[in-house]
């Protein structure tokens, strides 16, 4: 992560009083940024595939998701925060193959709070913080559950980004990983998130490993498998260390 406060508070003034100019910057910003993750978001996403984006925030993914499965898919969007939540019906209005849903994704159906970032509408949290705006209360979701009443039918694709409160969401979906073998998932790779929210990031590639699942860092047009050594040696990385991951079978 390359925080530049500056932009930062700029960014969050635009984002409160006025949207369409932050939702514009914010999108250049990413296609530029994240442009080796969509590229291969485009590369691995089949016309029909079923896809979650956790953690959809505003939008901007959900767009990309829904251009990439084309009207023969579907995307499952979630998003806690009830103003991200706000911005992300009115980014994604009229576009039929998605489906949203205004809660965080958990290990079970429950009642759990969202603290609310001060600096950054993409970095509230579902676990204690210390410096935080306010907190609202939100129903939490577990992907099984929703697999088995039929809400979603099937998943193909995972694109997730809940600052370090992914392992928690992935104990709630552990059915729809046992059973998948062509499942892919794109995630958010943070040790010290994973920290704060009570696990780590050796946990995290445990919990994977134990279901025949391996992780690859994304690296331009190049996939590299990421190393038990490697999750260990930098298991204590500080804040600013973080990155995506492809999470699969082989």
Known sequence: MDFNYTKIKLGNLLYK??????????????LKNDKTEIELLKKIITPGDYILDIGANIG????????????????????????????????TEGIENIMLFNNAVSD??????????????????????????SVEEITSVSIDELIKDQTIPKVNIIKIDIQGYELTAFNGMKQLLS???????IAEYWPHGFKRAGTSAIAFYD????????????????????????IVENNDKPFEFSFNVLIQKD
């Open 60 to 91: 901007f993914y959900a767009k990309l998701l829904s251009k990439f499965t084309t009207d023969k898919g579907k995307v499952f969007c979630f998003e806690p925060d009830s103003l991200n939540f706000k911005y992300l019906k009115k980014t």
């Open 108 to 133: 079970k159906t429950d009642l759990i709070k969202v603290y609310r970032s001060k600096l950054l509408n993409v970095d509230h949290r579902t676990y204690p913080v210390n410096n935080y705006d």
């Open 179 to 185: 059973s998948s073998d062509d499942l892919k998932i």
């Open 17 to 30: 009083y006025c949207f369409p100019l932050y939702n514009l910057s914010y999108s250049k910003f990413k």
């Open 207 to 230: 919990f994977f490993n134990e279901l025949g699942y391996f992780f690859y860092l994304i690296d331009n047009n190049t996939l590299t498998k990421i190393t038990k050594g490697y």
